[in-house]
Nanobody, 119 residues
């Protein structure tokens, strides 16, 4: 079983910055993609950013140039540096990690962390 623990959310004024972290633990053999999704009230969950095992990244158009995703493979941890935050970035942010244990694939989600950007 793979567990994800998120941290780093909070309340920030528009234009400010936050850094989210997500650490994966358990019987992990390998990790493929690590990513962040968000869900605002009344909206569907959407991909914010994703990074593959090879280091390729993918960002939502709305965060390009403001957010940076990175991963520390030694720590099984993914980060999301969020700069120039806007009120429309307010949402619950979820970490997602996909990989393999010794006998199966896994697709795990974090518990979510609230990010609130005030105007």
């Amino acid at each position: 079983q793979v567990q994800l623990v998120e941290s780093g959310g909070g309340l920030v004024q528009a234009g400010g910055s936050l850094r989210l972290s997500c650490a994966a633990s358990g019987t992990i053999f390998s990790i493929n993609t690590m990513g962040w999704y968000r869900q605002a009230p009344g909206k569907q969950r959407e991909l914010v950013a994703q990074v593959t095992s090879g280091g390729s990244t993918n960002y939502a158009d709305s965060v390009k140039g403001r957010f940076t995703i990175s991963r520390d493979n030694a720590k099984n941890t993914v980060y999301l540096q969020m700069n120039s935050l806007k009120p429309e970035d307010t949402a619950v942010y979820y970490c997602n990690v996909r990989g393999r244990t010794w006998n199966r694939t896994f697709d795990s989600w974090g518990q979510g962390t609230q990010v609130t950007v005030s105007s």
